[in-house]
């Protein structure tokens, strides 16, 4: 599999929902299928949660990270969201 880095900007209105939905999915123990740039993936039920936040001379920035091993992705969601 190839090395992929995407970024989108949404509204807030759109980020809320799809934390909104993550979080459902986190909480209910269940997997998350998401589809970025074009791209459909599933964040698994036991994927590793982060926070990171990085302060520079004239910005700051928060990143909400989830990591899981490809073997675990397999899990099959019960929703689907294209981002």
Do not use: C
Request: no cysteine.
């Amino acid at each position: 599999m190839s090395e992929r880095d995407v970024e989108k900007t949404y509204t807030v209105e759109e980020f809320a929902a799809k934390l909104r939905r993550l979080a459902d999915a986190l909480e209910s123990g269940k997997p998350f299928r998401i589809q970025i740039a074009g791209e459909r993936f599933t964040v698994p039920k036991n994927a590793q949660i982060s926070v990171e936040h990085e302060r520079g001379e004239d910005e700051e920035e928060v990143e909400f990270q989830l990591k899981w091993s490809l073997a675990d992705s397999d899990e099959e969601p019960e929703d689907d969201d294209a981002v």
